[in-house]
Nanobody, 120 residues
C-alpha cells in the first residue's frame, strides 16, 4: 500500500502564490509519474499537470506559464508551484502517483485532496 499526503493548500488573494506538496510513502520501488488534478464545485475533475520519471512535464492550457510541477526523487515527493493565481483556480487539488511496488505491480494512487481558494 502507498499513502499520498498533500499539503500547502489555503486561501490566497488573486495574483498570489501557493506551493502544494504530495509526499508518498509505503511499499514503493519507484514512482513512474506524478500528477495534480483539481475539481471545482459542480465540475468534473480535470488534469492540471503531470511529470514522468524522465522529468517530462505536461500542463493544462489554463495553467501554462503560471504553474510548475516538480518532484524530489529522494523524498518521493511531488510539488506544484502555483503563481499568479486566479479565482478560477479555486478547487480541491488532488495528487496522483503511478507507483511500481517492490512486488513490481503497478498501481495508481490518489491523495485526499487539499483546498485552494483564490479570493479577495
Amino acid at each position: 500500500q502507498v499513502q499520498l499526503v498533500e499539503s500547502g493548500g489555503g486561501l490566497v488573494q488573486p495574483g498570489g502564490s501557493l506551493r502544494l506538496s504530495c509526499a508518498a510513502s509505503g511499499s514503493i520501488f519507484s514512482i513512474n509519474a506524478m500528477g495534480w488534478y483539481r475539481q471545482a464545485p459542480g465540475k468534473q475533475r480535470e488534469l492540471v499537470a503531470t511529470i514522468t520519471s524522465a522529468d517530462s512535464t505536461m500542463y493544462a492550457d489554463s495553467v501554462k506559464g503560471r504553474f510548475t510541477i516538480s518532484r524530489d526523487y529522494a523524498k518521493n515527493t511531488g510539488y506544484l508551484q502555483m503563481n499568479t493565481l486566479k479565482p478560477e483556480d479555486t478547487a480541491v487539488y488532488y495528487c496522483n502517483a503511478v507507483v511500481t511496488h517492490t512486488s513490481r505491480s503497478v498501481v495508481s494512487y490518489w491523495g485526499q485532496g487539499t483546498q485552494v481558494t483564490v479570493s479577495s
